[in-house]
């Protein structure tokens, strides 16, 4: 096993596809499969499944490909201190639900941070799928939230993954929706009130269900309902279909912010947004930073 041969896994990984890998390394498509099958050879598993429509990692491809990227990290390190003489680069990757304010954390915290040299990573993606980047150290941490829906099913999957879950701030529902809404007068809204308008979720993939759902309320039924993978995909909805989310109401002004409102729900539930690591890890000094920058935008929201 060879450095170069774990650096065409990670690249085939985040490119999902031997093809893309290929033009992207400069190297022949056989030469790429021929260095992938070496590997799987030399663990006795197989790290990705090839199928008619591409490849999937498979799960210990996973944890696989989350210890190869520590290896070539510390390589880098390694090349930057004593060969290149370069000043370190640092590596940081936060896996988040589809909020502004972890974006804007995220912004805040490259800013203060201002070194030369590093490499970031923000991942927006689904709630499942952050807590698999978390185990498998693709990112050293995960933004998500809890409520009285979810939280059994949430601790029982953290527990059956060896995470932790560490609150940051709870706050009253809120019902995200355009600034010129027809409903965006109003100072507080329940469920009712939204009945004729298209409810806008986050596709959920294999775990589409309330426990995994970014929204609260999502099993409830309703006439009209949009599924989208993005966030700029939600905003142009709630912009041009007057469609609505049920969210933590924090819509910093910049990034988007200024074009979308929260309005309390008025229901009893509530939402405890937090940070999800392995159990035993202590976050590193980028880390701790980018929760403190997230701590300052709790107040962006109605807090209990």
Known sequence: ??????????????????????????????????????????IHFPIFIRTSRGITVTAKGLEFIGCARQVIQQMNVLQDTYITM????????????????????????IRKYG??????????????????????HISELGIIYLS????????????????????????KP??????KHPLACHTSLKLIDL??????????????SSFFSEELYSSLPVDKEIRV?????????????????ISTGIFPKYMQGDAIKGIPLHEKERMTVGY?????????????????ALEQYQNGGKLL
């Open 1 to 42: 096993m060879t450095l170069q041969n774990l650096r065409y896994i990670i690249s085939i990984a985040e490119t999902g596809s031997i093809t893309e890998a290929s033009k992207r390394l400069f190297i022949s498509q056989p030469s790429l499969s021929n260095a992938v099958k070496e590997v799987e050879k030399e």
């Open 276 to 292: 999800v690591i392995n159990t035993g890890q202590t976050l590193s000094d980028l880390g701790m930073m980018y929760i403190k």
């Open 195 to 208: 009945i004729e308008y298209p409810r806008l979720k986050f596709i959920q993939g294999n775990y589409e």
């Open 115 to 136: 070194q030369e040299r590093y490499e970031f990573c923000l991942n927006e993606t689904q709630t499942y799928q952050i807590l698999e980047n978390v185990k498998n």
């Open 174 to 179: 809120h019902v995200a929706l355009y600034v």
């Open 86 to 109: 370069r000043p370190q680069k640092t590596y940081f990757s936060v896996s988040t639900q589809h909020y502004v304010f972890a974006t804007n954390a995220f912004v805040d915290m």
């Open 229 to 245: 993978s993005d966030r700029a995909a939600m905003i142009n909805m709630m912009i041009g279909l007057n469609g609505y989310s």
């Open 148 to 171: 009285n829906t979810n939280e059994i099913v949430i601790r029982r999957t953290l527990e059956d993954m060896r995470l932790e879950f560490h609150p940051l701030f709870t706050v």
